[in-house]
């Protein structure tokens, strides 16, 4: 794979980069290292709302990092975020026409959805430099959408972002989606499309540990079990089902729950731990992901939380993180989830696919009693890392795609 990749300029587009503390940013950063190690030159471009200039050019662990200036595009209204997305990729191919490396010439283009709108500036890029372009799918927009009742099926709003959904799948020559359970979703599509997807699995790189500034047994979680939920606070994680369940066993003074991270449904859930006196939860701001390892230390379990209403797959890649951490994990999440046969397979924690906040409550409540060996579950989830999860792997089948 090396001698395939050696020298080879490979651009990639995301929407969120370092120092951003996303999930994507995190992965694209592990990716793009993992990359420029066979001996790749990668160049990120990512939309930035705090940068001066239109283009900000810089460098991130060897990586060339584009800094493109755009409105702000995170924790804004869903209407307004809309509109500036619709217009994404043209003020960024504005931008990088009117800069100094606007005749740089790539050798494959790789970008990263959500957000579908920025397809449209890889298209420019893979077309100016006459290369392949590569699209990792991670979430399937706007089918959750759909799903967990935030747009109808039949509103013009999903017709339009269906429509720009389905223009990334042809602008792609190859489209990664991260688990064989949504192949089933692009079997609705005609075989030009079907013929692109493949599973790239999603990665993460073992995590580099600095000091961590939390110690919860100075908090009111002193000497209970405790489940942590890290990540983003949105929409398709359905906190009203979760918060209720922690509600329901609230007087149980052995468990305990955090929650770290930002997002859009970040105020109800301050409003309501506070309206509920919930003495068995704390809400935690986002910390450096280098810190959050000696917070999973304090743990014991680590949460995921989807809408028992999506219909398509998913591999959190917070995930990813609670298995480098060693921790069993409780998931929530719909029925049939290709995530149910890991955890199954793997022997790593338990599920629950109920609507019923009385079932998660009571799945909380049987994790907490099992007898884990730590030392095991940690060989356990080190074996599916190096399976399924590493970013060299990710890396190389990139490589084998856009070079062979």
Avoid at 68 to 95: C, G, V
Avoid at 126 to 135: A, G, I, N, T, V
Avoid at 274 to 281: E, G, V, Y
Wanted: net charge positive; hydrophobic share 40%; proline share 3%.
């Amino acid at each position: 794979m090396n001698n395939i990749a050696r020298g080879k300029k490979i651009g990639v587009v995301v929407d969120s980069f370092y120092p951003a503390k996303t999930s994507a940013a995190i992965q694209m950063s592990d990716l793009c290292k993992a990359l420029n190690f066979t001996g790749a030159k990668v160049t990120i471009f990512v939309p930035s709302s705090s940068i001066k200039e239109k283009i900000q050019l810089s460098s991130v662990d060897g990586i060339d990092v584009v800094s493109i200036k755009t409105p702000q595009l995170k924790n804004i209204s869903h209407i307004l975020r809309l509109y500036r997305e619709t217009f994404l990729s043209f003020t960024m191919i504005k931008a990088y026409k009117s800069s100094s490396i606007r005749d740089t010439c790539f050798d494959a283009i790789v970008w990263y959805s959500p957000s579908i709108f920025i397809s449209f500036f890889a298209k420019y890029l893979s077309m100016q430099s006459k290369c392949k372009s590569y699209l990792i799918l991670r979430d399937i927009f706007p089918k959750w959408s759909v799903d967990i009742g935030l747009i109808s099926k039949w509103s013009p709003v999903h017709l339009f972002l269906k429509i720009i959904e389905n223009a990334q799948y042809k602008i792609a020559d190859k489209v990664g989606i991260q688990s064989y359970g949504d192949l089933d979703y692009f079997n609705g599509y005609k075989k030009n499309i079907f013929n692109k997807v493949e599973v790239l699995n999603n990665w993460r790189s073992p995590p580099v540990e600095k000091n961590c500034n939390i110690v919860l047994q100075n908090t009111i979680l002193k000497d209970r079990k405790i489940f942590i939920y890290s990540g983003n606070i949105g929409l398709a994680q359905d906190f009203a089902l979760f918060l209720k369940a922690v509600k329901a066993i609230k007087d149980n003074n052995d468990i305990g729950f955090v929650v770290i991270g930002n997002g859009s449904e970040l105020d109800f859930v301050k409003n309501y731990i506070s309206k509920n006196d919930l003495s068995n939860i704390i809400l935690l701001p986002e910390i450096s992901h280098e810190q959050l390892p000696g917070l999973y230390k304090q743990c014991h379990f680590g949460l995921i939380l989807l809408d028992t209403n999506l219909k398509t797959h998913n591999i959190p890649g917070k995930f990813l993180s609670y298995l480098y951490a060693g921790l069993p994990v409780l998931a929530s999440l719909n029925e049939g989830n290709d995530l149910e046969k890991i955890i199954d397979e793997f022997q790593i924690g338990c599920y629950s696919s109920d609507k019923d906040f009385n079932t998660l409550a009571m799945r909380m409540l049987e994790l907490a009693d099992m007898k884990f060996s730590k030392e095991e579950n940690i060989i356990r989830c080190n074996q599916l890392i190096k399976k399924n999860y590493l970013p060299e792997t990710a890396a190389s089948q990139l490589i084998n795609f856009l070079f062979k």
